[in-house]
Structures are given as C-alpha cells and as structure tokens.
Nanobody, 122 residues
Framework: QVQLVESGGGLVQPGGSLRLSCAAS????????MGWYRQAPGEQRELVAA????????YADSVAGRFTISRNGAKKTVVYLQMNSLKPEDTAVYYC???????????????WGQGTQVTVSS
C-alpha cells in the first residue's frame, strides 16, 4: 500500500544540526498533512512539527525557531525536518507521519514510518 521511509538520523553534538528526510511511496492518490513526531524513552510520542498540503506549518514550542519542516516532490510526498541548535533533550526516535489516501483507501488514513534515532550528546 503506502510506505514512509525515513533517513538522516544519527549522533550529533549539542549545538549541531541534522536533516531528516521522509519519502512516501506506493499507490498514492493524494497527501494531506505530513509531520514529524518523536518519542523519548519512557515518554509519550509527541508532535514536533507538521505541514499541510498548502504549506502551513505548526511547531512544538520546544523546537520553534530551531527546527524547520518542509515538503517536496511531485505530490509533495517528501517531507524534511531541518534541526539546528540541537539539545540533549531532543534525543528521541523521530517518526514521520502522513495523512495519505491510497487507491485502497476511501478516505485519507494515517501512515507512519519506522522511526529514526536522533541522539544529541557530547
């Protein structure tokens, strides 16, 4: 059906930068909002940033001004998260999310990537 594949995670020192990418593929008719969530050990998954099909963005207070979300691709099926001025508290598994309608869906459904680890440590 639909797959979301993330890349770009890794280990970075405090103050450093990383860029996450997520590409949606499959029998896609349309993509609505896409976003990034993160989950730290022992914590609930939380929204980091989201972007609608018309480019409107929303950020968690903890990352506003440091992270930037953007989209690309013919059907806007690729979403990026540019993360600057990273802090140890940004350490988490980052998940890509998309509200996507495939040829098998009557309406758009939520699809998730497998997650990519981001570790901020000296």
């Amino acid at each position: 059906q639909v797959q979301l594949v993330e890349s770009g995670g890794g280990l970075v020192q405090p103050g450093g930068s990383l860029r996450l990418s997520c590409a949606a593929s499959g029998s896609i008719i349309s993509v609505n909002a896409m976003g990034w969530y993160r989950q730290a050990p022992g914590e609930q998954r939380e929204l980091v940033a989201a972007i609608t099909s018309d480019g409107s963005t929303n950020y968690a207070d903890s990352v506003a001004g440091r992270f930037t979300i953007s989209r690309n691709g013919a059907k806007k099926t690729v979403v990026y998260l540019q993360m600057n001025s990273l802090k140890p508290e940004d350490t988490a598994v980052y998940y890509c999310n998309g509200q996507i309608r495939s040829i098998y869906d009557r309406n758009a459904n939520n699809y998730w990537g497998q997650g990519t680890q981001v570790t901020v440590s000296s």
